[in-house]
């Protein structure tokens, strides 16, 4: 099955997820409602609540420090994990870049201590020894996609709504985006990269980024079932029952041929080329897409995901990090935030400008290994 294909690694899985079911689990442990992220103890099995709802959710240093212990432990304690969001509307919306980008101009090193935590995770989540389940109902993006798509099981529904932006605010699709990305369909992984085109309800079953579909309504009656499973078969079992049926074409199969024709290009401007020659209303809106991002970004995306094909997802990790860190030191990160998220104008000044003005040597300086002391390792 290509989901599971796509994503299993030596070991089972892990996430986080629900509150919502105590009224049926008296036993169930309360954190505070102003706590960033709810742990909860439901016998040998553990819930965790992203609980920052105004924000979608988005992940900070806060909320990363304290996932990566926490699923350590539980990783020996516990005989299954459930991940999801609160407030009905996100999973978990990303990163929170504008904290990262505030504190980066003021010379701190925020960003450095975040992605390392984030990461970090994201590798232990990949290689996790207990079944780990992650209901990706809302909006998931960015960090939220790292939090899920590396475990084995990930629940969307109607509402789930997938994307990797990056490219638009002078990054690039981080959290384990070049060990996933290449391994879907096709060039599926690389044009959902480059365009940050958003996935929505089914789609992301059928596009291999979920590995089960369930209608939101249901999300309750089957973490309770969940909690009194005893083991994979039981797990399976459960999500089996309450599945969604949806028998709609994925929404990219019409495109698909020209996806595949046009980003299979060598180059990010032959792309380009292409998608223009093909003239179709959707090519034109691709084109139109890609010209709003960083030119920079889009070369380093391509690279990251060609490098990241021929690697595990610890070794795909570490490159990342050391991408993430010499973004922090280029400008295209911080204009990319300041005109999306602080002033909104939407109208991002890139430097260079042009694809054409991005050298190879750019490029490559940002997968630069770093000083020793400061390279991803992935255990505390």
């Known amino acids: 099955m290509l989901q599971k294909r796509l994503f299993l690694t030596s070991n089972l899985c892990r996430k986080f997820i629900t509150i919502s079911a105590a009224r049926f689990l008296p036993n169930r442990k309360m954190s505070t409602s102003g706590d960033d992220v709810i742990f909860q103890n439901v016998g040998d099995k553990g819930v965790i609540t992203l609980n920052r709802p105004k924000a979608l959710n988005a992940l900070n240093l806060s909320m990363v420090s304290k996932l990566y212990p926490t699923l350590a432990s539980w990783e020996r304690e516990k005989t299954l994990v459930i991940i999801k969001g609160t407030g009905g509307k996100a999973f978990c919306a990303g990163g929170d870049v504008k904290s990262v980008a505030l504190a980066g101009l003021k010379g701190e090193k925020l960003g450095h201590a975040f992605f390392k935590q984030e990461y970090m995770t994201n590798g232990l989540i990949g290689t996790y020894k207990i079944p780990y389940v992650a209901f990706i109902d809302g909006i998931v993006m960015g960090g939220g996609v790292g939090l899920s798509v590396h475990g084995l099981y990930r629940v969307a529904t109607e509402r789930s709504v997938f994307a990797m932006p990056e490219t638009q605010i002078g990054l690039f699709p981080d959290v384990g985006g070049s060990y996933f990305l290449p391994r879907l369909r096709g060039k599926l992984g690389l044009f959902l990269a480059l365009t940050g085109y958003r996935l929505k309800g089914a789609d992301l079953l059928k596009a291999g980024i979920a590995t089960h579909y369930v209608n939101s309504a249901n999300l309750e009656a089957l973490e309770g079932d969940l909690l009194k499973c005893s083991d994979v078969n039981s797990i399976d079992s459960a999500l089996k029952?309450?599945?969604?049926?949806?028998?709609?074409?994925?929404?990219?199969?019409?495109?698909?041929?020209?996806?595949?024709?046009?980003?299979?290009?060598?180059?990010?401007?032959?792309?380009?080329?292409?998608?223009?020659?093909?003239?179709?209303?959707?090519?034109?809106?691709?084109?139109?897409?890609?010209?709003?991002?960083?030119?920079?970004?889009?070369?380093?995306?391509?690279?990251?995901?060609?490098?990241?094909?021929?690697?595990?997802?610890?070794?795909?990790?570490?490159?990342?990090?050391?991408?993430?860190?010499?973004?922090?030191?280029?400008?295209?990160?911080?204009?990319?935030?300041?005109?999306?998220?602080?002033?909104?104008?939407?109208?991002?000044?890139?430097?260079?400008?042009?694809?054409?003005?991005?050298?190879?040597?750019?490029?490559?300086?940002?997968?630069?290994?770093?000083?020793?002391?400061?390279?991803?390792?992935?255990?505390?």
């Open 241 to 380: 029952k309450h599945s969604a049926k949806d028998s709609s074409e994925f929404s990219l199969t019409p495109m698909l041929k020209q996806i595949n024709a046009c980003f299979s290009a060598g180059s990010v401007e032959e792309i380009i080329a292409r998608l223009e020659q093909d003239g179709s209303p959707f090519a034109q809106d691709m084109v139109k897409l890609l010209e709003k991002m960083s030119p920079t970004s889009l070369k380093v995306t391509m690279k990251q995901l060609e490098h990241g094909s021929k690697m595990t997802l610890e070794e795909c990790l570490q490159m990342e990090y050391r991408i993430a860190v010499n973004c922090l030191a280029n400008k295209d990160f911080y204009e990319g935030v300041r005109a999306l998220l602080i002033d909104k104008d939407q109208k991002p000044k890139w430097k260079p400008e042009k694809l054409s003005d991005v050298s190879p040597a750019l490029v490559e300086s940002h997968f630069a290994k770093l000083p020793e002391d400061q390279e991803l390792r992935h255990k505390l």
